[in-house]
């Protein structure tokens, strides 16, 4: 696979057990030696009888989210790390939910992540659940055939009554005792549309009274009428995802099928088809097998695909990449690189362990990635003007421009320098002018000298202030050097440097400050109302000022603005002549207290 190199294997539960079948030989490609009995049925054709095989395997029905990322991260890196093949497999059985536009940008997200599902041989790993739909109905029939499945005309309710309950066993269906050809008949009939939506269901005839209540004649079949984005109107019936799953993996000589613990009960009955289909010959692979890891739960966000599409129905967010969302193309619209991704995903670790994991933990995979490329720039967020009074005197004339710069970086070598200027009218922020400064504070206020960073060091004289005493101006002189005359040399000591862009050169932009979308570190945990805790403050848009630098951002570029943390230009809104900047975090971590 063409992926990137993690940096760190921690290794994990995972990992061992692939390691113990490729050393010992077990892993299920490894027995598989001869050619495919029923090749038409098995979709991965030629199999590498050394290699292993995961599999990602989204259910096309919304953008993916950062806990998809991580079993993408997983499933893929395992590929990568033991020379294996991770398909990319769309679960498309529920046509109702699903869309082209989920496959396209489910594609997008896992190649953005840096991992592909072609080869560099050009082999395409590329599946469809629907693909293998003649085949799942195949499997469907050999059941009914064998006895082992029957058309279950109850009602919902008499079904959902009759399942028991963790105390209760079921009760078998009156229709549970349906000869085969009788079976056989109805399932023609619901094929070919004589049975109305929900009217019957095809289920595996297992065990009413199984403790394991998914194993008390699961539904593998149900009648749909919907249009799906493969197959288009070819079936009204559609395989449920119990059933089409082990299928799958099975055809596709899955070796390795990698999922969250949820799933850990449905494994019997994974095992359970299989081994029934693999007797009648369906399946001549042996044994795909089933491995479960917890989920990962992220703070201050909520990783359901159903709620995150409320979010964006009901138009709470701007849509699926809006940058408040935890999906992966909102995490990158907001400024999150590839790498700080993966990283994040490798510190998180593989366990199956219920853990929540602090969002702080993102972001500071983000800073450290970010750290040592974003190039800093100085921008004013919150804008006061400040003049400089005595700038004709020191400079000869009013409209003189000093040229100042400073390094991009702040270490390493060749590290461009961005260029700015300085004239008599300034922009600085706010917050660094006090009329009557608090106790300790060391920026400007009438007396006290401060060094406009990468520039001269100035003396405050005082402010201007409007009718309503609100300071329109903070007004300054710049301070010669005591030895030499010369304006900020370093002679001069100081207590601080403010951040700041001068009115001449700094560029307007707008900049929209992001914050987490909920109040609450476990917004939708034991029942809590998520809508409910939405953080009214998650976005703040300003008018900034930013330096010159700036002016040739691009989207996607990130920086770090001093002093305030690592902004993105906006991959949707960001135009050179209408600048857009995203936050992406601060410098550290505010929440943690
Ligand atoms: P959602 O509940 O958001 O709809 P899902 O599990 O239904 O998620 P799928 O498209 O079926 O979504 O998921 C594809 C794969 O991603 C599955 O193997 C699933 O186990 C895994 N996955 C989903 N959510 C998480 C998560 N929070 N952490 C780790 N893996 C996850
Ligand atoms: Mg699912």
Not at 3 to 24: G, S, V
Not at 103 to 122: C, M
Not at 419 to 434: A, C, K, N, P, S
Not at 569 to 590: C, E, M, Q, Y
Request: proline residues 6%; negative net charge; aromatic residues 10%.
């Amino acid at each position: 696979m063409s992926a990137p190199t993690a940096p760190t294997k921690p290794t994990n539960f995972l990992r061992q057990i692939i390691e113990n079948h490729l050393a010992e030989g077990t892993h299920a490609g490894r027995h598989w030696g001869g050619s495919p009995g029923d090749a038409a049925h098995h979709a991965a054709g030629q199999v590498d009888t050394a290699k292993i095989r995961t599999r990602f395997p989204p259910e096309p029905n919304g953008y993916l989210h950062v806990g998809h990322a991580k079993s993408i991260c997983l499933n893929f890196g395992l590929a990568r790390d033991y020379d294996g093949i991770c398909h990319l497999r769309f679960d498309d059985t529920n046509p109702e939910k699903e869309e082209q536009e989920y496959v396209d940008s489910i594609k997008e997200a896992v190649r953005w992540l840096g991992f592909d599902w072609q080869d560099a041989q050009g082999n395409n790993y590329l599946y469809y659940a629907s693909d293998y739909f003649d085949f799942m109905h195949r499997a469907a029939v050999y059941l009914i055939e064998q006895g082992l499945a029957y058309v279950d005309e109850q009602s919902a309710e008499d079904m959902r009554a009759n399942r028991g309950d963790f105390t209760t066993p079921g009760k078998d269906s009156p229709f549970r005792s349906r000869s085969v050809a009788d079976n056989l008949e109805r399932f023609a009939d619901m094929k070919d549309g004589k049975l109305a939506d929900g009217a019957a269901v095809l289920r595996a005839k297992i065990d009413m009274a199984a403790p394991n209540i998914n194993m008390r004649d699961p539904a593998i079949y149900r009648i749909r009428r919907a249009t799906h984005h493969n197959t288009g109107d070819q079936w009204c019936i559609y395989p449920m995802y119990t059933f089409a799953h082990p299928i799958e993996d099975a055809l596709e000589h899955i070796t390795h099928s990698i999922c969250t613990l949820e799933f850990e009960d449905q494994r019997p009955f994974y095992d359970w088809l299989l081994d029934h289909l693999r007797e009648g010959g369906l399946i001549v692979t042996p044994q795909s097998r089933q491995y479960e890891f917890s989920r990962l739960n992220l703070t201050y966000v909520v990783t359901s695909k159903r709620k995150l599409k409320h979010l964006v129905d009901n138009g709470i967010v701007s849509g699926w990449d809006d940058p408040r969302m935890p999906t992966i193309m909102g995490l990158r619209r907001r400024g999150f690189t590839p790498a700080s991704i993966r990283d994040f995903c490798e510190r998180i670790g593989v366990t199956k362990d219920y853990a929540w994991i602090d969002y702080s933990l993102l972001e500071l995979c983000l800073r450290e990635d970010l750290e040592h490329q974003a190039h800093r720039a100085m921008v004013v967020l919150d804008p006061v003007a400040l003049e400089l009074t005595n700038w004709a005197e020191v400079f000869g004339s009013d409209a003189h421009i000093e040229a100042c710069e400073l390094p991009a970086l702040p270490k390493g070598e060749n590290i461009p320098l961005r260029q700015f200027g300085l004239g008599r009218q300034v922009w600085i922020e706010r917050e660094d002018f006090e009329e009557t400064p608090p106790k300790g504070y060391k920026r400007l206020f009438p007396g006290n000298k401060v060094r406009l960073k990468g520039g001269y060091v100035i003396e405050c004289t005082g402010c201007e202030k409007d009718a309503d005493g609100h300071i329109t101006k903070v007004l300054a002189t710049v301070v010669p050097d005591t030895k030499s005359g010369t304006p900020g040399a370093d002679s001069v000591k100081v207590k601080a440097a403010i951040t700041w862009v001068s009115q001449h050169d700094a560029v307007e932009a707008e900049v929209r400050l992001y914050d987490r979308l909920f109040t609450d570190a476990q917004p939708d945990a034991g029942g809590k109302d998520f809508l409910a805790l939405l953080n009214p403050g998650s976005l703040k848009t300003v008018t900034a000022y930013v330096e010159p630098s700036l002016a040739s951002a691009q989207p996607d570029d990130k920086y770090q603005f001093e002093r305030f943390g690592y902004f993105v230009a906006d991959r949707t809104d960001h135009r050179a002549d209408k600048p857009v900047f995203n936050k992406i975090t601060g410098l550290r971590d505010s929440w943690g207290k």
